[in-house]
């Protein structure tokens, strides 16, 4: 059995100013010596980090979650079923919608909103200013299918973290975030005419804005600083778990929250394993003897990229995913689970952690290292 073609038909039906959750895609399947049948799912099962890391990214084996079969004009409605199709993209897959529980890629995420990076945006511009590149195409290629998709489709994309990144590797002023903002939504337009436009009042704006830029940034940037040069370079084995105290007294000197995403990529470093195939919590921190506040914005900025989901899941739309272009942001959000909370006063979440996290961590490891994010 081999999978022809994916086609997004119904991502969402916007009727009297609602947007509804019906969310379908229709699959075409060819079984040799039995014909087509066109299969509807809901929705595909996540897929894992280990796959996000392999060489040959056309090829991947997708779970659609089956509501109907259809052949020869026959429909026959089916209930619980997931099926397995290998599939062979005609492009490499190098941007990542991120999912509960791991990742898609972003037309098979079915959802309604779509969080875009600022790599994302920025392969847009690249393409629609005729500078060619391999990787660039790819993305947009990928993001076609919602072009294709059918007149009743709505699909919303917001391009606010791409503006509170800024382009300096520095915190952007409100006004610049605003003209950033402006910017990518007509990149956006340029590129995907089917697509609507987040809508942000003034006042979303300025919450948003002064939410991340108002309230941990700088305790875990202060963080950052006082604790990315004990990780840089390697630590022996008898030395971790020294390390890893004065770890966590730094995350109480500056008042992180326990499982603060700083502290996991800062304990995932200092935990790696010499031979790990993808070290993905260094290229997220970028660890150097002569760590700068640059360097520690372009790691905070991924870590907002992630809060903005989940502040945008619990309180916009459950729907929600982010998309990427950032592998190592991919890998590592596949590998965490949050577990949100929240209160008149705070946003907050704890996280579920994979072994994977703490790769060279022993089981006593892994039990003391949940034990003392769990204590601040």
């Given at each position: 059995m081999g999978l022809l073609s994916i086609q997004v038909i119904q991502v969402g039906q916007k009727t009297g100013g609602f947007v509804s959750s019906i969310k379908c895609g229709y699959i075409k399947v060819t079984v040799p010596d039995d014909g087509i049948f066109y299969i509807q799912t809901d929705g595909f099962?996540?897929?894992?980090?280990?796959?996000?890391?392999?060489?040959?990214?056309?090829?991947?084996?997708?779970?659609?979650?089956?509501?109907?079969?259809?052949?020869?004009?026959?429909?026959?409605?089916?209930?619980?079923?997931?099926?397995?199709?290998?599939?062979?993209?005609?492009?490499?897959?190098?941007?990542?919608?991120?999912?509960?529980?791991?990742?898609?890629?972003?037309?098979?995420?079915?959802?309604?909103?779509?969080?875009?990076?600022?790599?994302?945006?920025s392969s847009f511009e690249q393409v629609q200013s005729g500078r060619k590149s391999d990787d660039y195409s790819s993305v947009c290629w990928w993001f076609s299918f919602f072009d294709s998709a059918g007149d009743n489709v709505f699909i919303e994309m917001s391009s606010v973290f791409s503006a509170l990144e800024g382009e300096f590797r520095k915190i952007p002023t409100f006004e610049e975030f605003d003209d950033l903002l402006n910017r990518s939504n007509e990149i956006i337009s340029s590129q995907l005419k089917k697509v609507t436009l987040t809508d942000l009042s003034s006042s979303y704006k300025k919450g948003i804005y002064d939410f991340f830029f108002n309230?941990?940034?700088?305790?875990?940037?202060?963080?950052?600083?006082?604790?990315?040069?004990?990780?840089?370079?390697?630590?022996?084995?008898?030395?971790r778990r020294l390390v890893l105290d004065e770890i966590?007294?730094?995350?109480?000197?500056?008042?992180?929250?326990?499982?603060?995403?700083?502290?996991?990529?800062?304990?995932?470093?200092?935990?790696?394993?010499?031979?790990?195939?993808?070290?993905?919590?260094?290229?997220?921190?970028k660890p150097s003897l002569n760590y700068t506040r640059e360097d520690g914005h372009n790691c905070l900025s991924d870590i907002i990229f992630i809060n903005l989901l989940l502040l945008h899941k619990y309180f916009v739309n459950k729907s929600s995913v982010?998309?990427?272009?950032?592998?190592?942001?991919?890998?590592?959000?596949?590998?965490?689970?949050p577990i949100v909370s929240y209160d008149c006063e705070s946003f907050s979440y704890m996280l579920k952690i994979s072994d994977s996290v703490f790769e060279d961590a022993n089981t006593d490891d892994f039990s003391y290292i949940m034990d003392v994010m769990s204590d601040l």
């Open positions: 099962i996540p897929l894992s980090s280990t796959e996000l890391i392999k060489k040959d990214r056309t090829n991947f084996d997708l779970r659609p979650r089956v509501v109907s079969v259809e052949k020869e004009g026959h429909k026959k409605d089916v209930d619980n079923l997931v099926k397995t199709f290998p599939v062979k993209f005609e492009e490499s897959l190098n941007v990542f919608a991120l999912v509960e529980h791991g990742w898609l890629p972003p037309p098979l995420a079915l959802s309604d909103v779509y969080l875009c990076d600022r790599n994302v945006i309230g941990n940034y700088n305790r875990e940037m202060d963080f950052l600083l006082s604790v990315v040069p004990k990780i840089t370079r390697s630590v022996s084995k008898l030395n966590i007294e730094k995350a109480r000197l500056f008042g992180l929250k326990p499982f603060s995403h700083v502290l996991v990529l800062s304990i995932s470093c200092l935990f790696e394993s010499p031979t790990s195939n993808f070290k993905f919590a260094r290229k997220i921190l982010a998309v990427t272009s950032d592998l190592a942001l991919a890998y590592y959000w596949s590998t965490v689970t």
